[in-house]
């Protein structure tokens, strides 16, 4: 049965550094990608970033440089790691799998707030 | 980055309407378009992959069309359940949402 979920701080002040784990199971990062979603409440989904299955990994543009993405495939673990937080990145955290067509997996998501 | 214009912004139907939502890309983005729906508090869910594949499970009312930029979520007849807000995905460069359309009940 494939699940994700993701887990880390509800909140997070402001300057400091966002750490979130999504564990996978039910297959292996070797074989699927994991991407990062955000959703500020009341807005809409961005797209925040990919780890392919190969390791690589890509971001979205107006957040690469402060944005890291990272696994442990012994763990079936991913990393988002966001520094420099703001308000305006308090949203719900998602992480999902690739490619969809593969299946539509998504975890719970994560509600994080930042706190000025 | 590719952007993603998805219009209309907000949509009232009257149950067995048909409905369509549309997005347009900024460059030609190779039918690598997929459609979610998300209700209030839940997660998206994959409705359309690739620009016109039906995700497992998905009511057949539901169809995507288009090539190029232009692409279209067809609902064939409302229901009541289908409300909810609609996104599209392009996943030809990176990755980018549209904005959302919220569908509502007239």
């Known amino acids: 049965q494939v699940q994700l979920k993701e887990s880390g701080p509800v909140l997070v002040q402001a300057s400091e550094t966002l750490s979130l784990t999504c564990t996978v199971s039910g297959f292996s990062l070797t074989n699927y990608g994991v991407i990062w979603v955000r959703q500020p409440p009341g807005k809409g989904l961005e797209w925040m970033g990919i780890i392919w299955r190969n390791g690589n990994t890509d971001y979205n543009s107006a957040l690469k440089s402060r944005l890291s993405i990272n696994r442990d495939t012994s763990k079936s673990q991913v990393f988002l790691k966001m520094n420099s937080l703001q308000t305006d990145d308090t949203a719900i955290y998602y992480c999902t799998r690739d490619p969809a067509g593969s299946g539509d997996y998504w975890g719970q998501g994560v509600m994080v707030t930042v706190s000025s | 980055d590719i952007q993603m214009t998805q219009s209309p912004s907000f949509l009232s139907a009257s149950v067995g309407d048909r409905v369509t939502i549309n997005c347009k890309a900024s460059q030609n983005i190779n039918k690598y378009l997929d459609w979610y729906q998300q209700k209030h508090g839940e997660a998206p869910k994959l409705l359309i992959y690739?620009?016109?594949n039906l995700q497992t499970g998905i009511p057949s009312r539901f169809s995507g069309s288009g090539s190029g930029t232009d692409y279209t979520l067809t609902i064939s007849s409302l229901q009541p359940e289908d409300v909810a807000t609609y996104f599209c995905?392009?996943?030809?460069?990176?990755?980018?949402f549209g904005a959302g359309t919220k569908l509502e009940l007239k």
């Open positions: 995905l392009q996943h030809s460069s990176r990755y980018t």
């Open positions: 690739n620009t016109n």
